[in-house]
């Protein structure tokens, strides 16, 4: 016959079993797999940081899909930045620029191969406005071929989701964030409008000031052409083009480099070239 146990007994047998218990629990949490790490890196731009985006398509402007090895591509992401939103820029339609000022957002997806080539674009979200979003997918497409991919990555191709904002709270104008209080200006020399004779030149000087970045991206519009048509300017350099485009007139407009939302405009006046006879 067992003899019952006393309460003492009782007691040091239920504290044996909770320290068992206890160290059992700790190997099992030993032995659990650790949370796995993100795979993606994003890039937030300087003056991302801190800020949030509440809208439906929040997240920063350029986020990496693909494993990236351990590599860090911050700094070749500011380069593929850089060279999007200088060709993004020059594309902008006047819809999304005062007094219109149409808003939009969309997102589009691409592979960056070894040697720097863009390839497999697909818009994942579209603004609803085509000609915002044909805007978008041409400041990636004209920007290939981009750097190539960094040495230490070993991957074939660098997959990435590009993030537009348009007039959005993410962006006053056209930027991926912009300060709202930007003290960046810039102006013409001369302000008043400009005489050009059809496949001459005139000179156009560009002042920004509020920043040390005084590089400016130039949007050469006309109603009566387009693009090449319109001329080109190489430096403070306008050439006009060869053929007179009617109305006669090409509006010349420079952006500032460090913030897109300051910019400048001239008239050009386009006339028929003098005969040397």
């Known amino acids: 016959m067992k003899t019952p146990l006393s309460?003492?007994?009782?007691?040091?047998?239920?504290?044996?079993?909770?320290?068992?218990?206890?160290?059992?629990?700790?190997?099992?949490?030993?032995?659990?797999?650790?949370?796995?790490?993100?795979?993606?890196?994003s890039l937030e731009s300087s003056q991302a940081k801190g800020q949030a985006d509440n809208s439906n398509s929040s997240g920063p402007p350029i986020e990496?899909?693909?494993?990236?090895?351990?590599?860090?591509?911050?700094?070749?992401?500011?380069?593929?930045?850089?060279?999007?939103?200088?060709?993004?820029?020059?594309?902008?339609?006047?819809?999304?620029?005062?007094?219109?000022?149409?808003?939009?957002?969309?997102?589009?997806?691409?592979?960056?191969?070894?040697?720097g080539d863009v390839k497999d674009l697909k818009l994942v979200e579209s603004s609803g406005d085509v000609q915002l979003d044909r805007a978008a997918w041409g400041g990636i497409t004209a920007s290939s071929p981009l750097p190539p991919l960094p040495m230490e990555f070993g991957g074939s191709s660098l997959s990435l989701r590009f993030r537009f904002f348009y007039n959005s709270d993410r962006s006053p104008v056209t930027g991926w964030i912009q300060s709202p209080k930007s003290s960046v200006a810039v102006s013409i020399s001369p302000p008043d409008n400009l005489e050009v004779p059809i496949g001459g030149s005139g000179i156009v000087i560009v002042t920004v000031t509020g920043t040390t970045n005084k590089a400016v991206m130039w949007r050469i519009t006309g109603l009566g052409c387009s693009r090449s048509a319109c001329g080109k300017m190489q430096g403070d350099l306008y050439i006009a083009p060869q053929a007179l485009p009617r109305p006669a007139s090409v509006t010349l407009t420079a952006i500032a480099e460090a913030d897109p939302t300051a910019t400048a405009s001239i008239a050009v006046n386009l006339i028929a070239a003098k005969s040397t006879k």
């Open 64 to 115: 990496i899909l693909s494993d990236t090895r351990g590599v860090n591509f911050d700094p070749y992401l500011q380069k593929v930045l850089h060279d999007v939103r200088q060709n993004w820029y020059g594309l902008i339609p006047e819809a999304a620029r005062p007094p219109e000022s149409r808003k939009g957002r969309l997102s589009i997806e691409f592979a960056i191969l070894r040697n």
């Open 7 to 41: 309460v003492g007994q009782t007691w040091a047998l239920a504290l044996h079993l909770l320290i068992l218990l206890c160290c059992l629990g700790r190997l099992n949490a030993l032995h659990d797999p650790p949370s796995p790490e993100p795979k993606s890196q």
